[in-house]
């Protein structure tokens, strides 16, 4: 991972805690859904391809969303999702790796696994479709950990904050990318972030457009600057507290 690169205090406890965790034992073999085919239908669909996120909090965020996971996940199903996120990061984020099996277990669409991976034992911890690798923290070892991840069946999102980093990832073989629109030094939000790197992309490469989307117009302004797909997290989750998930992932895919 590249040390010098500038982080908020937030996101290097992040890292150190992802260190400390306990590594399983074992390893997993997955026989993934594909996020690809589950694009496809959403598209067919007219629905815009959406990653919705289920997530009880964040250090960007106030409190904590209650809700049973997989109920929130078939409520996003229903709403016109293509696919489910879940944090499995505990000390930041409130998740589980049981959040995510439950999660899985419920619903029929791709379910993402979102969390701090640094090493390559840590992808066993539980069974996913896809896996989250983020460039920033991986460095030099961005391609060994695809290649683990896809020796173990996942799919994997790499995550990019910039023209470099999709360089990095292009070059170790990445097909799926997330441009993250949040800055890791100061967490702030800049749409204009994925509207920097898209273009950039390989057209081989399916584009995904992360943080910072809230309404129908954030919608269309990513997808006209080349966003295959979108993750999309607390705009959906805030309908936890007043019943309305399904409701706000429409209000997404349908923009």
């Known amino acids: 991972m590249n040390e010098t690169a500038e982080l908020a205090p937030a996101v290097r406890s992040i890292l150190d805690a992802a260190r400390e965790r306990d590594l399983p034992s074992g390893r997993v073999s997955v026989a993934p859904r594909s996020l ?23 250090p960007t965020t ?18 016109g999702a293509a696919a489910i996120s879940v944090l499995t990061e505990p000390e930041h984020f409130g998740g589980t790796t049981d959040d995510l099996a439950a999660v899985r277990a419920a619903v029929d669409v791709p379910v993402l696994r979102k969390d701090f991976l640094l090493r390559e034992s840590q992808l066993d911890a539980v069974e996913a479709d896809v896996v989250l690798l983020i460039a920033r923290f991986l460095d030099d070892d961005l391609s060994t950990m695809l290649d683990a991840a896809r020796e173990r069946g996942f799919q994997v999102l790499v995550e990019v904050h910039d023209l470099a980093e999709l360089e990095r990832a292009v070059d170790a073989g990445a097909t799926l990318v997330g441009v993250n629109n949040r800055d890791l030094a100061e967490l702030t939000v800049d749409l204009g972030t994925f509207e920097r790197v898209a273009p950039r992309a390989p057209e081989a490469v399916t584009l995904l457009a992360e943080s910072g989307v ?3 117009a954030d919608v269309r ?26 409701e706000q992932t429409r209000r997404i895919v349908n923009a």
Do not use: H
Request: glycine content about 12%.
């Open 214 to 216: 809230s309404t129908p």
């Open 36 to 58: 690809p085919d589950a694009f496809a239908a959403a598209e067919a669909d007219g629905r815009v391809p959406t990653i919705a996120e289920v997530k009880p909090t964040s």
């Open 62 to 79: 106030e409190g904590e969303r209650s809700g049973d996971p997989a109920a929130l996940a078939r409520e996003m199903v229903a709403g």
């Open 221 to 246: 302004r990513m997808r006209e600057a080349g966003a295959d797909g979108l993750l999309v997290g607390s705009a959906i989750m805030d309908g936890a507290e007043d019943g309305t998930v399904t």
